[in-house]
């Protein structure tokens, strides 16, 4: 069964970085698109970056400060996270989908197989 396994994350202080990690058990089609999404207490989850293989898809909020990129022979997404704001804190899941990409990266139905979620804690 192909799994997805996140890492990183953890505290920082506003103006930090952070890195986060997603990586897909198996070299297969559930490859095609892994989007990184995120969940504060009392909000719904968002769509945060995505990337599909040579393209790279930002939400407004983070796209001047998060940077999204691939390692082929690992089979992992890496999310890399600057200037962090106290707004970013938030639980980040990341989703993977199999079917061909890129179409809508935010929709959360359109993803197959999710991450546990990594804790993203920003203080001021």
């Known amino acids: 069964q192909v799994q997805v396994v996140q890492s990183g994350g953890g505290s920082v202080q506003a103006g930090g970085s952070l890195r986060l990690a997603c990586t897909v058990s198996?070299?297969?089609?559930?490859?095609?698109?892994i989007a990184w999404f995120r969940q504060a207490p009392g909000k719904e989850r968002e769509f945060v970056a995505a990337?599909?293989?040579?393209?790279?898809f930002y939400s407004a909020a983070v796209a001047d400060r998060f940077v999204v990129s691939r390692d082929n022979a690992k089979n992992t997404v890496n999310l890399q996270m600057n200037s962090l704001k106290s707004e970013d804190a938030a639980l980040y899941y990341c989703?993977?989908?199999?079917?061909?990409?890129?179409?809508?990266?935010?929709?959360?139905?359109?993803?197959?197989?999710w991450g546990q979620g990594t804790q993203v804690t920003v203080s001021s």
């Open positions: 989703a993977a989908r199999g079917s061909p990409g890129p179409g809508d990266v935010g929709l959360k139905s359109n993803y197959d197989i």
């Open positions: 198996e070299r297969t089609v559930y490859n095609n698109v």
């Open positions: 990337d599909h293989w040579s393209d790279q």
